[in-house]
């Protein structure tokens, strides 16, 4: 049997252009010397200098900040994920 075929409607895509930004950095200050994690339910530090630390949860909320001197310093935290900044640094930190 021969079949033929005749479309009898068409489907086009149209070409669309979404204009967009994006940030990057271009430089990072890096502080020598400072060291940001958490170990045994605590946020440990070690500061090269004298320091304003800012504790933030997930949502942006300011837990906790504090001026601190140079040196190991341990602040206890209840279980979740923080962001610390430091100077102009930012580290994100699991505490369980």
Do not use: C
């Not at 252009?17 to 271009?26: D, M």
């Not at 601190?68 to 310093?73: E, F, M, S």
């Amino acid at each position: 049997r021969n079949l033929s075929f005749t479309p009898t409607t068409g489907y086009a895509l149209r070409n669309v252009t979404v204009p967009f930004t994006f940030t990057y950095t271009v430089g990072n200050e890096t502080i020598d010397g400072l060291r940001v994690y958490a170990a045994g339910g605590a946020l440990h530090l070690t500061l090269p200098k004298a320091e304003t630390v800012h504790i933030y949860n997930v949502e942006g909320a300011l837990v906790k900040t504090f001026a601190l001197t140079a040196g190991d310093h341990v602040q206890p935290l209840a279980d979740g994920m923080y962001l610390v900044r430091v100077g102009e640094q930012v580290r994100k930190i699991l505490v369980k």
